[in-house]
């Protein structure tokens, strides 16, 4: 018969007992191997026309789109939480939209405007301006199409052209989110052409294809538009050494930071980055991310203020230096209390 446990006997342990450090809250503290804090946090906005104006994007509960106004109200109180950085992404009215994208460079578009405004009031804060055509193009394509093609090298310019207005309106950091080939060392020469040395980077350098970005989509306007998947640009979620490559190649090309998009289901890539090259890295948590979070907590399956606090130090513990997050300002502002 076999010897039976005697609960008496814990010898095998030799004394080891990695419990004994998460007795007491003061003990789990000490050996806290991850911190969160504000300045880990880059909050996201949505800028639409009009004064005053807010309006309710539907699968993103809790999220709003802003009048320029509301923009800078809501940098205000982001730089006053402790964030450091914005991230805009403009809802471009209907009638502007087109085919060749072309108010992606009209200096006074929305987002010029959104990005100058809240330079002027909250100089403090850090703006960072996504180049990509999808918030201007009438079919939803980060690109220029042509016989159903997403065009590289044609996109660049018009990119460079988007991110020179966005600089001078007063973008602290271009982010060019296409995962385009060759655009970050040619965004890189056309800022130091022009005097916009100090003018950052951030790569979205590893950014999948993914069925995660839905509610952003409707947040900006471009979904119903879409036609077909952005695979032939956007990486296959199967692959995780061609992110390397990706991340090599924007330093390579001059990036100052990368990103890796989405956040979660990609901790694994964060990791490797982090692991593998020396430059803040910073992880998306998207749309579609807040979505669940925010839609298991309203149905009761889990405790929303645990869940996403959790899930930001994830992405510390991963190795992310910061999170784009819509949490930020209310979890900025949990942190500072
Ligand atoms: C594209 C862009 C996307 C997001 C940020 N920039 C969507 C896409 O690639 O289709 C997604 C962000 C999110 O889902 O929160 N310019």
């Not at 080939?181 to 005097?195: F, Q, S, T």
């Not at 950052?200 to 409707?218: C, D, L, N, T, V």
């Not at 807040?290 to 930001?312: F, Q």
Request: contains cysteine; aromatic residues 8%.
């Amino acid at each position: 018969m076999a010897e039976q446990w005697n609960k008496h006997d814990m010898e095998f342990l030799g004394g080891r007992r990695l419990r004994r450090t998460r007795r007491t809250a003061w003990s789990r503290a000490m050996v806290r191997e991850t911190m969160l804090t504000p300045s880990d946090l880059i909050w996201p906005l949505f800028v639409i026309e009009g004064h005053n104006e807010k309006t309710a994007i539907r699968t993103m509960p809790g999220v709003e789109r802003l009048s320029v106004d509301l923009c800078v109200a809501a940098a205000r109180a982001a730089r006053d939480a402790g964030i450091p950085a914005l991230a805009l992404f403009p809802n471009t009215p209907e009638h502007l939209r087109s085919e060749n994208a072309a108010e992606a460079y009209n200096p006074d578009n929305l987002m010029c405007r959104a990005l100058s405004a809240i330079k002027d009031a909250v100089p403090e804060i850090g703006l960072i301006a996504d180049v990509a055509l999808d918030e201007y193009s009438s079919d939803g394509q980060d690109g220029l199409v042509r016989d159903g093609d997403v065009l590289n090298d044609e996109t660049i310019e018009v990119m460079i052209r988007s991110t020179l207005v966005q600089t001078a309106a007063g973008a602290d950091i271009i982010a060019p989110s296409d995962m385009m080939d060759g655009r970050v060392a040619a965004i890189r020469m056309a800022l130091d052409g022009e005097g916009h040395e100090q003018t950052q980077i951030m790569a979205y350098a590893a950014k999948y294809a993914s069925f995660f970005y839905g509610p952003f989509r409707e947040a900006v306007g471009s979904g119903a538009r879409l036609k077909g998947d952005k695979k032939t640009y956007q990486m296959d979620y199967a692959n995780s050494d061609e992110a390397l490559r990706e991340i090599a190649q924007d330093i390579e090309e001059g990036a100052d930071s990368v990103m890796v998009k989405p956040g979660m289901p990609y901790l694994d890539i964060v990791r490797r980055a982090k692991d593998a090259f020396n430059i803040p890295i910073y992880a998306y948590q998207v749309s579609g991310e807040y979505a669940m979070i925010e839609m298991a907590a309203a149905a009761g399956a889990i405790d929303r203020k645990g869940a996403i606090l959790e899930s930001l130090y994830a992405f510390k513990r991963a190795g992310a230096n910061g999170v784009l997050t819509y949490f930020a300002l209310e979890v900025a502002r949990d942190l500072g209390r």
